[in-house]
């Protein structure tokens, strides 16, 4: 071995090894952060233009404060600064803050400290903004809350609504809430459409918080039948804020129940069935439910129904879905109401276990079926008429396995007796899917209208490919469609969209996403919406977009004015984050191996 250890060699390896002990230890130095532009962060919803609202005072603040800096507007999205008055129908602080970190420069808001989205916004960005809180005078305010009931009725039903109204804010003096005798004053829920009042209750309006009331009407009210919509308004109240006494709710109504639902008894399959077919088939949906034998009621009132008034409806239903014991149901009545079409699920007895569904077999529905992970669905609980002997008529259309082992057992079969459209279902515990969410809750989804589809052929059924999530949304919310096509349809697509309202006809195109999304932001009013393009499904129907607004209601300012953190202050710094530190590392260790090699030394 040649040459020797040079003090250049020792050199080297110290200032590596002191390299290496620095970036492990990693002093802290400080800097000074450069200041920059402001970036002010200004409030657009619509509680800054309400009663009292301080949008004025808000824009010339964040004018002044801006100086060459940039203004954003905030609320529902973030946007580009623009004087108009706010439109957003929501305060979400926490995505304009989040792309504001970005920026490097102070950081100003300026709102009147209602958030919606406080909790979920990091503190330390809302700790580095300076916060100008202009306040909102409290005002009294009476609104209505929210509007619950039937989406489709048939011309002969009840429609019962459940209104929930409530007070914020403050009463002064003279704004006249009590009565002679110091109690709280009545008003009045009136249901209206097109004009023509429906029907109206008095109700007792509270010192604070919501209540609810029920307003019942007879479908036949209702001006025409098809598409409506109901406006329930809360009215002599005196408040100071009429944008939010009013909500709306739109209703269909058809001249008799597409579908008519017998259960006997009823149990969980059949409540689950009943609701999924209403929101899936989009038609109206008869349920009765017999609670002892030979005695029926109607589902929704539990009402006694005489023999005669249950046989007209499964006569002038499309669809009649037998569910329950086979013992309990009327069957000698079906027969005689010939309908159109008939689903029949036993949902007693049967051989219990963990029936595993497998992959459908090619049939009417197949297509409907494609692309659900069944390996991830839960198992039903039973199945029936899978003993030997029993009636192998009719075709496949899905079939399960106990424990995953032997022979499948078919649980849902398809087939066409003298004209007439009959599907069975033979495996119970089918609910659990909807309890378990994910693959289980669309397979379930996806198998009920499937079937629907098939019985109702074409009908009412028409296999839309997309619906609104919601018929009605606030003033600031865009509408918001889901594409539910499948088979030919099933991949989302642009869809042009022809919308009526009251200031006249707009055509828009719906943008569907990844998830199956489009959404469009309407002024106030009712559309009648309708597909263009001719390769649907007939798509048609209602939305409204109300003038109430969650913003319009006072409420409490839940951000505080504070400075901020000053826009050249001192950050501390780590060696590890100093990139020159690692090149010296690396740069003697390097040069160290380099000259041992060349003197021969290991």
Known sequence: MRGRL??????????????????????????????????????????????????????????????????????????????????????????????????????????????????????????????????????????VASVEGPRRVAANDTVRLRVSYGIAGMRDAGSGMRDARGGMRDGLLAVTSEGRRLTSRRVTLPDSGILSAE?????????????????????????????????????????????????????????????????????PVKTFVATEPGRWRDAATLAPVSPADLARSTA?????????????????????AAPPSLLSWPTVGGVPGDW??????????????????????????????????????????????????????????????????????????LYRWVFRGGAGAEAYRALVAALADWLLGGGEGRGERFVPVTYEVPNGIPVVWRWVGRGV?????????????????????LRFDAAGQAALLLPPGVYRYASEDGGGGGERGLVAVETYSDEWRPAQAVLRAHEGAPAGRLVGIGLRDRWWLYVVAIATFAAEWAWRRRQGLP
């Open 356 to 429: 595993y569904v497998e992959p459908p077999p090619p049939s009417p529905v197949a297509a409907a079926l494609a692309g659900i992970p069944w390996d991830s669905v839960p198992p039903a609980t039973a199945a029936t008429g899978v003993a030997p002997g029993r009636d192998t008529s009719g075709e496949v259309a899905l079939s399960a396995r106990l424990a995953r082992r032997g022979a499948p057992r078919p649980i849902v079969r398809l087939g066409v007796r003298d004209g007439v459209r009959q599907a069975t279902l033979s495996a119970t515990g």
């Open 489 to 509: 349809t099933g991949s989302p697509s642009d869809v042009v969209l022809r919308l009526a309202g009251d200031a006249g006809v707009r055509v828009d195109t």
């Open 215 to 283: 307003l019942t009407l007879p479908a036949s009210r209702i001006p025409h039948p098809g598409w409506s919509t109901l406006e329930v308004r809360l009215e002599d109240v005196g408040d100071e804020e009429p944008r939010d006494d009013a909500r709306l709710f739109v209703v269909e109504v058809s001249p008799a129940p597409a579908i008519v639902m017998l259960a006997a008894p009823p149990d969980w399959d059949t409540r689950f069935l009943s609701r999924t077919l209403a929101e899936v088939a989009r038609v």
């Open 6 to 143: 040079s003090a250049g060699l020792l050199l080297l390896r110290a200032t590596g090894v002191a390299a290496l002990a620095l970036l492990l230890w990693n002093p802290v130095t400080t800097r000074s952060e450069p200041g920059g532009p402001p970036l002010v962060l200004l409030d657009a919803s619509l509680s800054m233009a309400g009663q009292g609202g301080p949008w004025r005072a808000a824009l010339d603040t964040a004018r002044a404060l801006a100086a060459d800096g940039v203004i954003w507007r905030f609320g529902r999205a973030v946007r580009a600064f623009d004087p108009l008055p706010p439109a957003d129908g929501a305060s979400r602080l926490g995505p304009a803050l989040t792309a504001a970190a970005a920026r490097v420069g102070p950081v100003i808001v300026v709102t009147d400290g209602a958030i919606a989205d406080l909790p979920d916004v990091p503190p330390d960005l809302v700790r580095r903004a300076r916060l100008v809180v202009l306040p909102r005078p409290s005002f009294f305010d009476a609104f």
């Open 316 to 336: 002038a239903a499309r669809l009649v879905v037998a569910a329950g014991d086979p013992t309990l149901l009327p069957t000698p009545g079906l027969r005689r």
